[in-house]
């Protein structure tokens, strides 16, 4: 058990930037997920930390020591990887046995015994230590690569993208079944991925980079609810976020109001909202509104958008349904898949001011959002 | 634009094997959008290259339009084939990519300009017909690549795979596109795909193949709510649908045998079950309520895990081997260690023939 300091760490490979600058800390015994797209740096970040590729400046630091100068063995940091590499000719203990026989551990038999079964237990692999590799679930064999890195007592444990390989039904069960067992694992951990689902679901932090850079570090409630920038903010959420153009007016003393898509339908902004947005002076904003945050409304709603339906998507549980507003532009909303839709049919939505995360339009960065609105249904 | 019929449709590559695909009948009518949808090797692209002319029929018969094609040249069918990749022309305009196929085909020059005129309005390329593809997005090279397809005014246009090389927030628009060209033009269509979403999106009805045998032909909302059987239920839905193995106890309960699960049998499962005792129980993760109260029908749990995702909140509570998963609303009242009770209403239960696989009705 460790906390990570990472500083000012960057990487070139040949000319081209891999990660630019990075700092970072992680708390000993978190679980960080490390998101974003191919080439964001996350593998890169993970390799410089186990010691596989040496960052051009910065330095890291575990449970406090610099570790710059240790060979990747001496780091005390388990990786694992995409691919397991189980060794399919044993059987699941020898596997799990594999590291502490090596020469750096050589530890006795009965000791050996000792921490596989223990592991075994936590992993929920102890009824199967006798079985060869080929006669197991693909989660039975994560659990025992999982286990495998857990015997050696690693200081750090670093996963790059475990479950990127797998159909997406399999996916989901094995990300939930690794966040069962997450609380488990009592090692400092962090996990690559480009999944933001994997993201938010495991990570009690995500951090997200982008083209090498650290766009934003924070709970995945944030990431998701206050988003850093319009950017962070379309990596989270299937289908993405809306983003629209929006024009703030005054409604009489302190109260402000928003304009969008409709001239005369002004939105009432919450008095929090509005005092983060006259403290900044921002003039020109661009507001987030998630899919699931807009509804469908009664015909007639004075205070509700007008659309016609440009497509409706039916995706089972939920329906995905693309109104085009009277200026024209799409918005994206999912909604209840028991309804169904007649395309080009003309209908009426609502957004709740509450839910709107609003945008800086020239910088792009995250401004306001209310904390009124509580996400619990 | 025209009818298509496959007529108990075989290919057999090797007479040791079992057939690709195994006597497929299908009826698409005019203007339909159909996905072949099932895993690699369930015989869809296999279908696709057999309609294109790509492929020899082994048995049975492909109409099209009300015609025999089995054996008509392929560029003779009236088939229209839009591949996942683009392979659009690098140094040619848009304009010429358009115009190619017909410049093979030796049509007059002011029939070509007419033609490209006309599907660039479809398309909505027209102001990018002087471009050349890599000024394009990746959604009007897509277009394009459809508009080459459809150029020579096909009776059928095949998809294959349309989107599986695009991002995930890329597809999703890309996607609406097609679903709004369809919509707008109605060309008869069919589409190859293993994405479940993709299917259910866009077609108008979605045939399930797996080992080469149709499973179900139906609209998308039919094959989500009324799975024929336990491989189309387990094949659409994220995420994915629960299954189980549950008996029929004394008590008229389901039980997993060596855990607290145990569903009291209502009327409508008593009548689906007849006089099974052991049954697979299947249930997705939105049809099941997740309570803190008991009631006559509840199953008692304790969460086991639970996932905020932003738009929806899922909670996996453990039965032995088995985590059942239930979806809610973004809600953070639910923790591991919580006791809880589940409620299944009818409707949202299948149970399904342990041996066959297949759906029980009433």
């Known amino acids: 058990m460790a906390s990570v300091e990472l500083q000012g760490l960057t990487k070139y490979y040949n000319k081209r930037r891999a990660l630019e600058n990075l700092s970072l800390d992680i708390h000993d015994n978190e679980f960080l997920a490390v998101f974003g797209p191919a080439g964001a740096g996350k593998t890169t970040m993970l390799s410089l930390i186990a010691g596989i590729a040496t960052p051009n400046s910065g330095t890291i630091k575990i449970g406090g020591r610099e570790i710059g100068g240790l060979a990747p063995a001496d780091r005390n940091v388990a990786m694992v990887f995409e691919s397991y590499a189980l060794y399919s000719q044993f059987n699941v203990y020898d596997n799990m046995a594999f590291p502490l026989r090596s020469p750096k551990f050589k530890l006795p038999e009965d000791k050996i015994k000792e921490r596989v079964t223990h592991h075994a237990k936590v992993m929920r692999i102890d009824h199967l230590l006798e079985r060869p590799i080929q006669a197991l679930s693909n989660g039975q064999r994560q659990r025992t690569a999982l286990g495998r890195a857990l015997v050696r007592n690693p200081d750090l444990f670093l996963l790059d993208e475990p479950l990127s390989h797998l159909s997406a039904n399999l996916r989901h069960s094995m990300r939930v079944e690794l966040k069962e067992m997450r609380t488990q694992l009592g090692t400092t951990t962090i996990y690559a991925t480009h999944d933001y689902r994997e993201a938010m679901s495991l990570g009690d932090r995500v951090a997200m980079l982008n083209g090498g850079h650290l766009l934003q570090l924070a709970s995945p409630d944030d990431v998701y609810f206050r988003p850093a920038s319009i950017d962070v903010a379309k990596f989270f959420g299937d289908p993405e976020v809306n983003i629209l153009d929006a024009k703030l007016k005054s409604s009489g003393g302190s109260k402000l109001s928003l304009h969008m898509l409709e001239e005369n339908i002004p939105l009432p902004l919450p008095p929090d909202v509005v005092q983060v947005l006259n403290e900044k002076h921002t003039s020109k904003i661009q507001v987030g509104v998630r899919p699931p945050d807009v509804r469908i409304a009664r015909e007639g709603d004075k205070q509700a958008f007008h659309a016609t339906i440009y497509s409706f998507e039916p995706l089972g549980t939920r329906s995905i349904l693309t109104l085009k507003a009277v200026d024209g532009s799409l918005v994206r909303a999912l909604v209840d898949g028991h309804q169904t839709f007649e395309m080009d049919r003309r209908t009426q939505f609502r957004i709740d001011p509450h839910l709107l995360i609003i945008f800086d339009a020239e910088s792009q960065r995250f401004l306001a959002r209310s904390a009124e609105f509580s996400e619990e249904p | 634009m025209a009818e298509l019929l496959y007529r108990k449709l075989v290919k057999q590559y090797r007479p040791d094997l079992p057939p690709a695909l195994d006597r497929l009948d299908l009826k698409i009518r005019d203007g339909e959008f159909i996905a072949l949808l099932g895993p690699s090797g ?12 790509l492929e020899s029929v082994s048995d049975g018969q492909i109409v099209i339009g009300g015609k025999v094609v089995n054996n008509t040249h392929p560029k003779d069918r009236g088939i229209g084939l839009a591949f996942e990749n683009y392979a659009l022309y690098p140094p040619l305009t848009v304009r010429d990519n358009l115009a190619f196929n017909l410049r093979a085909h030796r049509v007059k020059q002011t029939e070509i300009d007419k033609r490209v005129a006309e599907i660039a309005k479809y398309l909505h390329v027209e102001e990018l ?26 009776a059928v246009l095949l998809l294959d795979e349309p989107l599986s090389h695009l991002d995930a927030a890329l597809r999703v628009k890309m996607r609406t596109e097609i679903k709004r060209l369809h919509t707008e033009q109605r060309f008869t269509t069919i589409m190859v795909t293993h994405d479940q979403l993709e299917a259910m999106a866009l077609a108008d009805r979605i045939a399930v193949l797996n080992d080469g045998k149709l499973q179900q032909f139906d609209t998308p909302l039919q094959v989500f709510n009324h799975p ?26 389901l039980v997993v045998p060596g855990t607290d699960f145990a569903l009291p049998v209502t009327n409508y499962v008593g009548r689906l079950l007849g006089h099974r005792t052991s049954v697979r129980l299947g249930v997705r993760p939105w049809g099941i309520r997740v309570s803190h109260t008991p009631s006559e029908i509840s199953v008692p749990g304790t969460v086991s895990v639970v996932e905020n995702l932003g738009d929806e909140t899922r909670v996996g509570v453990r039965y032995g081997d088995m985590l059942l998963m239930a979806s809610t609303v973004m809600t953070r009242i639910y923790k591991p260690g919580l006791k809880v009770h589940l409620t299944f209403e009818d409707e949202d239960l299948n149970l399904f023939d342990q041996n066959t696989g297949e759906r029980l009705t009433a």
Request: proline fraction near 6%; include cysteine.
């Open chain 2, 42 to 53: 369930c015989g869809k692209s296999t279908t696709l290259r057999m309609t294109a002319g």
């Open chain 2, 129 to 154: 017909l002087d471009l050349k593809p890599a000024a394009l997005s990746s959604g009007q090279k897509q277009r394009v690549n459809i508009g080459r397809a459809l150029i020579r005014r096909p």
């Open chain 2, 228 to 253: 024929a059987n336990e491989f189309v239920a387990g094949f659409l839905g994220e995420p994915p649908m629960n299954i189980f193995a549950v008996n029929a106890d004394s008590n008229r309960r």
